[in-house]
C-alpha cells in the first residue's frame, strides 16, 4: 500500500528557523554578561577617557604587612615654616681717638697696649685746616704730614686696619679745610659776596659743596682712606660755616644748603660701598636735640636716611635720650646709630660711644 504523500522525507527533524532562533539567544545573552562584565570593570584616565582594565591587567599589590591596614588613613597635610635665621644683635662700639698727629709704628704698639677692653680706635687722618696725615696721592700741594721714617705711617696704619677684632675708624675733617679752599679758591672755596674767599670767625676757610670740584676732592680722599683699609669714615665739620660774617657768605646756590649737603653724602656713599666702609657723619648735638640749623644746612631728618652712624659731643647723661630722638627722626629704619662722643670713658653709660683723646 502506498504510504501518504510526503511522508518518507522527515524522520524526527524539527524546522531549522528554530536552530536559528536558539543560537541569536545564545550570542544576545553572551552579549549582554559580557557588557555587564566589563562594565564592573570601566575605569576613567585622568583626562576623562573611558578604559577598562581587566583583573590581569592590574598590578598585584603586597599583602598589608602584619598590623597594618591595607587602607591607611591619609595623613593630615602639615605646614612647614622656613624660620629665617635671626640676625645678630649688633656688638657695641667701644673707641677710644687717637691724638692728631701723624701716626708712628712705636706710636701706634704703645697705644695699642693700652685699649683694655676697647673693640674700635679712631685715627685722625685730615684736620680743619687741610693737613692730611696718610700719603695721599690727591691731595693739595704741602697737606702732607707722615712720620720721618719712609713708609713708617704707612705701615703703623696697616697694624691699625689689620688687627684682629679692632673695629678702624679714619675721622676725616670734611668741608672746613684751609688749604684745599685757598689752594683753589674758584674751583673749591666757598666766597664771599665780594667775590673773595671767606674767611669765618676763627679765620678758617672752607669748601663750598655745591661746586663739583670740591665735592670730587673730598670723595677722592674717602677713596684712599677707603683702600687703606678702613672699616669706618667718620666726618666731621661738615656743615657750611655757623660763626663769623655769615651774612656775605656767597652760597653759590638757589637751593636749600641740606639739599648739597645731601649730593655730598650720596656722592660719598657711592665711592664707600665697593669697600663695605661705613659712612658717619658728626653733628652738634643742638642739631638733634633741637632740631634742623638752616644755618648749617644740618638736618637730623635727612641724615638718618643717608648715613650708618650719627656722632655728636656729649655727656652721658644726654646719651639715651640722643639715642631716642636719633630713632625716632622722621624716615629713620632703625639702622643709623647714636654714638655719643664723650670726654672720659663713664662706668654708668650703657652703650657705644666714643671716648675722645685728650
Known amino acids: 500500500?502506498?504510504?501518504?504523500?510526503?511522508?518518507?522525507?522527515?524522520?524526527?527533524?524539527?524546522?531549522?528557523?528554530?536552530?536559528?532562533?536558539?543560537?541569536?539567544?545564545?550570542?544576545?545573552?553572551?552579549?549582554?554578561?559580557?557588557?555587564?562584565?566589563?562594565?564592573?570593570?570601566?575605569?576613567?584616565?585622568?583626562?576623562?577617557?573611558?578604559?577598562?582594565?581587566?583583573?590581569?591587567?592590574?598590578?598585584?599589590?603586597?599583602?598589608?604587612?602584619?598590623?597594618?591596614?591595607?587602607?591607611?588613613?591619609?595623613?593630615?597635610?602639615?605646614?612647614?615654616?622656613?624660620?629665617e635665621p635671626e640676625e645678630p644683635e649688633p656688638e657695641e662700639l667701644s673707641a677710644v681717638s687717637l691724638p692728631a698727629a701723624a701716626l708712628s709704628q712705636a706710636a701706634w704698639a704703645e697705644f695699642a697696649a693700652s685699649l683694655g677692653e676697647h673693640n674700635a680706635v679712631a685715627v685722625r687722618l685730615k684736620t680743619s685746616n687741610g693737613t692730611i696725615y696718610f700719603e695721599s696721592a690727591n691731595a693739595v700741594p704741602g697737606a702732607v704730614e707722615v712720620a720721618q721714617e719712609p713708609g713708617d705711617t704707612a705701615a703703623a696704619l696697616s697694624q691699625v686696619t689689620s688687627r684682629e677684632g679692632l673695629h678702624a675708624i679714619a675721622s676725616m675733617a670734611c668741608l672746613q679745610d684751609f688749604k684745599a679752599a685757598n689752594a683753589n679758591v674758584e674751583g673749591r672755596g666757598l666766597k664771599n659776596t665780594g667775590g673773595y674767599i671767606f674767611y669765618d670767625g676763627n679765620n678758617s676757610l672752607w669748601l663750598d659743596p655745591s661746586k663739583p670740584a670740591a665735592r670730587e676732592y673730598v670723595c677722592a680722599l674717602a677713596k684712599e682712606i677707603a683702600e687703606l683699609g678702613f672699616d669706618e669714615l667718620l666726618l666731621t665739620d661738615f656743615s657750611y660755616p655757623t660763626e663769623g660774617k655769615i651774612n656775605k657768605i656767597n652760597y653759590n646756590t638757589d637751593v636749600p644748603l641740606a639739599n648739597n649737603l645731601d649730593l655730598l653724602l650720596s656722592e660719598l656713599g657711592a665711592v664707600l660701598e665697593p669697600y663695605g666702609v661705613l659712612l658717619s657723619v658728626e653733628v652738634p648735638e643742638a642739631v638733634i636735640s633741637e632740631g634742623p640749623d638752616t644755618v648749617s644746612g644740618l638736618d637730623l631728618n635727612r641724615l638718618v636716611n643717608r648715613v650708618d652712624r650719627i656722632y655728636a659731643v656729649t655727656t652721658p647723661e644726654k646719651a639715651e635720650g640722643l639715642s631716642s630722638l636719633v630713632s625716632q627722626a622722621a624716615g629713620a629704619d632703625g639702622k643709623t646709630e647714636f654714638i655719643p662722643e664723650l670726654a672720659a670713658d663713664s662706668p654708668a653709660l650703657a652703650g657705644s660711644c666714643l671716648i675722645l683723646a685728650e
Not at 527533524?13 to 566589563?38: D, E, H, N
Not at 591596614?69 to 622656613?82: G, I, M
Open 1 to 83: 500500500m502506498t504510504g501518504a504523500k510526503g511522508y518518507n522525507s522527515y524522520r524526527g527533524r524539527g524546522p531549522k528557523w528554530k536552530i536559528v532562533i536558539a543560537f541569536l539567544l545564545v550570542v544576545v545573552i553572551t552579549a549582554a554578561v559580557s557588557v555587564i562584565y566589563l562594565g564592573e570593570h570601566m575605569v576613567y584616565s585622568s583626562d576623562g577617557r573611558r578604559q577598562i582594565v581587566l583583573p590581569w591587567q592590574s598590578e598585584e599589590k603586597e599583602p598589608p604587612a602584619e598590623g597594618e591596614q591595607e587602607n591607611p588613613p591619609a595623613q593630615p597635610s602639615v605646614d612647614v615654616v622656613v624660620r
